[in-house]
């Protein structure tokens, strides 16, 4: 769909848009359209402010199963994100996860550019200090209650040269061995799966356990970094050390390492 700005009023709260000009809308949301605006920012205006020159919808968009006001690329559908705003006080971690999908949405527009607004979801550094600090966190918070009953955690998540994969046989002499989970989960079951032990300790008496919030959040940072649900998990099976966690696309590969020693 293509529609030209023909209303002034929007010029007085936004010097982003150009009267007259013509904008690509990338999907329609209730009353209002998304497009880029002059700036190379993504945002919703009004569609009364618009006069629609070309009304071909693509083939790509489909109404939203919990409004049907709102027709975009599936990827943009309310029960894909995630929103997780309950006791969420840094806002960082809902903007990521927010504009990961709406970037994933993008895919389909083979846009020259990333909107400037939509560029943290595009940043590895930045998704990876998130799921650092969780992680860090975890393991400071647990092993500060540590006792005889409760394990040491040491826990990262680091790129990994996916060169380095290598999938043997049981027999074979190399003093580790890589495994591709296959099953039917999908990767956020697996991934929550794999670090729900980290949850587990210090078993102590707490006001408030949300627990399974800083789970989800953790998973959902992992997940925001693929930005894709095509991620291989494998298992480094080590004879005598505990297994490390090895993420995988074609284009990224991450390691992920949980320690429980007692």
Not at 20 to 40: C, Q, R, T, W
Not at 44 to 65: G, Q
């Given at each position: 769909?293509?529609?030209?700005?023909?209303?002034s009023?929007?010029?007085?709260?936004?010097?982003?848009?150009?009267l007259?000009?013509?904008?690509?809308?990338?999907?329609?949301?209730?009353?209002?359209?998304?497009?880029?605006?002059?700036?190379?920012n993504?945002i919703?205006?009004?569609?009364?402010?618009?006069?629609?020159?070309?009304?071909?919808?693509?083939?790509?968009?489909?109404?939203?199963?919990?409004?049907?006001?709102?027709?975009?690329?599936?990827?943009?559908?309310?029960?894909?994100?995630?929103?997780?705003?309950?006791?969420?006080e840094?806002?960082i971690?809902?903007?990521?996860?927010?504009?990961?999908?709406?970037?994933?949405?993008?895919?389909?527009?083979?846009l020259?550019?990333?909107?400037?607004?939509?560029?943290?979801?595009?940043?590895?550094?930045?998704?990876?200090?998130?799921?650092?600090?969780?992680?860090k966190?975890?393991?400071?918070?647990?092993?500060?209650?540590?006792?005889?009953?409760?394990?040491?955690?040491?826990?990262?998540?680091?790129?990994?040269?996916?060169?380095?994969?290598?999938?043997t046989?049981?027999n074979?002499?190399?003093?580790?061995?890589?495994?591709?989970?296959?099953?039917?989960?999908?990767?956020?079951?697996?991934?929550?799966?794999?670090?729900?032990?980290?949850?587990?300790?210090?078993?102590?008496?707490?006001n408030h356990?949300?627990?399974?919030?800083?789970?989800?959040?953790?998973?959902?940072?992992i997940?925001?970094?693929?930005?894709?649900d095509?991620?291989?998990?494998?298992?480094?099976?080590?004879?005598?050390?505990q297994?490390?966690?090895?993420?995988k696309?074609?284009?990224?590969?991450?390691?992920?390492?949980?320690?429980?020693?007692?």
């Open positions: 769909m293509i529609g030209i700005l023909i209303n009023e929007v010029l007085n709260y936004s010097n982003n848009l150009t007259d000009k013509e904008y690509k809308i990338l999907g329609i949301d209730l009353e209002s359209y998304y497009i880029i605006d002059d700036f190379n993504f919703t205006v009004r569609s009364d402010f618009f006069k629609v020159e070309e009304d071909k919808i693509p083939d790509f968009w489909l109404k939203d199963p919990e409004n049907d006001s709102r027709i975009v690329p599936q990827e943009w559908h309310y029960q894909n994100f995630l929103f997780l705003n309950e006791g969420l840094d806002f971690h809902e903007e990521i996860w927010s504009q990961t999908q709406l970037l994933k949405g993008l895919v389909h527009y083979n020259e550019n990333i909107p400037n607004n939509l560029r943290l979801a595009n940043c590895d550094y930045a998704k990876r200090n998130i799921i650092y600090s969780i992680l966190t975890l393991e400071v918070f647990s092993n500060q209650y540590r006792t005889n009953a409760s394990p040491y955690l040491h826990c990262n998540f680091t790129k990994f040269d996916d060169s380095h994969v290598i999938c046989s049981e074979n002499k190399l003093e580790f061995n890589d495994v591709l989970i296959e099953n039917e989960k999908s990767f956020f079951e697996n991934l929550e799966h794999i670090l729900s032990p980290i949850i587990e300790y210090p078993i102590i008496e707490k356990d949300d627990s399974d919030s800083i789970l989800k959040r953790l998973v959902y940072s997940w925001s970094i693929f930005q894709t095509d991620v291989k998990i494998l298992i480094r099976k080590y004879t005598h050390h297994p490390l966690y090895i993420l696309t074609d284009n990224k590969c991450f390691m992920l390492s949980l320690y429980l020693d007692y």
